[in-house]
């Protein structure tokens, strides 16, 4: 049975430190400042300098890989004897992993005898980030390249999102709410509780007054939905937010009585879109 190689890109805000740790390669999804005329990767830019530069007005855009990039990134692989399992950002909202499949399509039949698996996710952020844990976990327990396929696209629906924004100016941005909405809630301090559904699509599930309420209200979601609050894996993750998200993980300890499994950066592919201030927790549930 030949190796496989576990690939995905920078949408999991998984870090490149534990990226390795894990043996996985990352495909960068580029990112550009509309005053500017270059692409930064992931990492050109330090974290809190990009939001920073969002904090003071600068709109970032971001790009999807295309297919030429996954062909030459999957046939280098190939080339070396490797099968691929491909764990991509969500198609709900990236063209990013269609074009892996268009990749892989055409490298089937110059690689007949090799295997390539793309997972669309449906996720975003560390919600990809957990999925590709599963992933990474079933194949160091010894799991074939389907079976490993198999396990994280029974799970795929259950991976629960939900997160909150400080600004709702970023969505705004993004044609996820109306101008009028996003001034009256920045006027009342009002601030909304998203989710992802099972389109990988971002969902406005309602809103609440203050900061401190948001993120108890990302709690109560978890205590609501999570398959295992007692001892489930979950992973949160921050827009340049680190004492919001430190404070979801002591509440969940709290009442649960285990940390996150991790608490990651949200970078730029995510960032450019939901802004500074956005905390995320994802975990298993008993629907989306």
Do not use: Q
């Not at 400042?33 to 050109?44: C, K, L, M, Q, S």
């Not at 948001?214 to 004492?243: M, Q």
């Amino acid at each position: 049975m030949a190796e496989y190689i576990i690939i995905t890109d920078s949408g999991c805000d998984i870090s490149p430190e534990i990226l390795e740790k894990w043996g996985v390669k990352c495909i960068d999804l580029n990112f550009k400042f509309t005053d500017e005329a270059r692409e930064y990767t992931p990492g050109e830019v330090p974290l809190k300098e990009f939001y920073a530069k969002m904090r003071d007005g600068k709109v970032a855009k971001t790009s999807a890989a295309n297919s030429d990039v996954f062909l030459k990134y999957f046939d280098a692989m190939l080339a070396k004897g490797n099968d691929i399992l491909y764990v991509g950002f969500s198609s709900g909202l990236s063209s990013t992993v269609g074009n892996a499949g268009i990749a892989a399509d055409e490298l089937c039949a110059k690689y007949p005898e090799r295997k390539i698996e793309v997972i669309d996710t449906l996720c975003a952020s560390a919600g990809e980030g957990l999925i590709l844990y599963y992933a990474v976990r079933e194949k160091k327990n010894g799991a074939s390249l389907e079976n490993a396929a198999k396990f994280v696209r029974d799970r795929i629906h259950s991976l629960c999102h939900w997160f909150t924004v400080d600004d709702l100016v970023y969505l705004k941005r993004g044609g996820r709410i109306d101008p009028k909405t996003a001034f009256v809630a920045t006027v009342l301090n009002i601030k909304p509780v998203l989710h992802m559904d099972d389109e990988g699509h971002l969902i406005n599930m309602g809103k609440v007054h203050g900061r401190k309420t948001s993120i108890r209200a990302l709690l109560k979601k978890y205590s609501e939905l999570a398959l295992d609050p007692d001892e489930g894996i979950y992973f949160i993750s921050h827009g340049d937010c680190i004492d919001d998200a430190k404070l979801l993980d002591s509440m969940i300890f709290e009442k649960y009585g285990h940390h996150a499994g991790i608490i990651s950066d949200i970078g730029p592919v995510i960032g450019a879109h939901s802004g500074p201030g956005t905390l995320a927790l994802f975990f298993l549930g008993r629907e989306r």
